[in-house]
Nanobody
Framework: QVQLVESGGGLVQPGGSLRLSCAAS????????MSWYRQAPGKERELVAD????????IYADSVKGRFTISRDNAKNQVYLQMNSLKPEDTAVYYC?????????WGQGTQVTVSS
C-alpha cells in the first residue's frame, strides 16, 4: 500500500525557516520522481518543486526559487523541502506527490502558516 506522510509544518514568522519531510512506503521510492505541491485557501494546488528519481534534476516554481530547496534520501525513502526566507504568501497546505508514468499518489498534507 502506497503511503506518503508529510511532517514538519507549523507556524513561523516571516523570514523564518521550516524543513518539511515526506516519508514514503509501499513502493520502490528510488524509481519515482517526487514533488512538493501547495494549496492556499481559495486557490488551486500548485507545483512548488520537483526532483527526479536520483536527484539529478530539480525544478522550482518561480515564486520559491532561491528560497526553497528540494532534496531526497533514497536510502531512507524520504524527500525534503527546506524553506527559507518564508513569506506570508507561502502560507498553504503542502503536499508530497510521487509520480512514475501514469501513476501518482498524494500525501495527506501538512499546514504551513507564515505570520507575525
Amino acid at each position: 500500500q502506497v503511503q506518503l506522510v508529510e511532517s514538519g509544518g507549523g507556524l513561523v514568522q516571516p523570514g523564518g525557516s521550516l524543513r518539511l519531510s515526506c516519508a514514503a512506503s509501499g513502493f520502490t521510492f528510488s524509481s519515482y520522481a517526487m514533488s512538493w505541491y501547495r494549496q492556499a485557501p481559495g486557490k488551486e494546488r500548485e507545483l512548488v518543486a520537483d526532483i527526479t528519481s536520483f536527484g539529478g534534476s530539480r525544478i522550482y516554481a518561480d515564486s520559491v526559487k532561491g528560497r526553497f530547496t528540494i532534496s531526497r534520501d533514497n536510502a531512507k525513502n524520504q524527500v525534503y523541502l527546506q524553506m527559507n526566507s518564508l513569506k506570508p504568501e507561502d502560507t498553504a497546505v503542502y503536499y508530497c506527490y510521487a509520480a512514475r508514468g501514469s501513476f501518482g499518489s498524494w500525501g495527506q498534507g501538512t499546514q504551513v502558516t507564515v505570520s507575525s
